[in-house]
């Protein structure tokens, strides 16, 4: 079900990301920002597959973060 993936216009500075599957996004958006990461985009909501967020980490690289949920609107 899905695209598992996300279509988005090419970025220079963006090549691939990896995510990563979480059962909190919040929290862990939160713990990103304490550890010294820097969120990138706001919550966006996948509908019917769940709710991601993209961040940097300490040394730039930039992750998606993804939490399951079918129900998402």
Known sequence: MGINGAIT???KN???SNT???ENLE???ERVEM???EVITDKMTIPGIGYMA???DTEGNTIGLI???MKAK
């Open 54 to 56: 993209y961040f940097k």
């Open 35 to 37: 550890h010294g990461g």
């Open 67 to 69: 939490q399951p949920d």
């Open 9 to 11: 216009p090419r970025n």
């Open 27 to 29: 929290e862990y958006m």
């Open 20 to 22: 990563i599957g979480v």
């Open 14 to 16: 963006w090549d691939i």
